[in-house]
């Protein structure tokens, strides 16, 4: 049933993948940022902010209101 949303999801995923190693990550950083961080949307917004340099807070900060749309759509459902 879920198997047409697993090609999205693939697709997805290399679009983050490639995005992250063009953005100066290694392989192992790159793994270790898909298990820590939920949203592949939130790893695109995290990336050219990690790749200026720009201050933890400022991209955990980013990360947080990118995610902020699940909560809304949880308290949709």
Same mark, same amino acid.
């Given at each position: ?8 999801? &693939?697709?997805?995923? /290399? =679009? ?6 063009? $953005?100066? @990550?290694? %392989?192992?950083? *790159?793994? &270790?940022?898909?298990? /820590? =961080? ?6 695109? $917004?995290? @990336?050219? %902010?990690?790749? *200026? ?17 699940? %909560? ?6």
């Amino acid at each position: 049933m879920s198997a047409p949303s697993q090609f999205g999801m &693939g697709a997805w995923g /290399l =679009v983050v993948g490639v995005a992250m190693i063009k $953005a100066g @990550l290694t %392989l192992s950083q *790159a793994l &270790g940022m898909t298990l /820590l =961080v939920f949203a592949g949307s939130a790893q695109l $917004a995290a @990336l050219p %902010l990690m790749a *200026a340099h720009a201050p933890v807070w400022v991209i955990f900060v980013t990360a947080l209101i990118v995610n902020l749309r699940f %909560l809304i759509m949880s308290a949709l459902i």
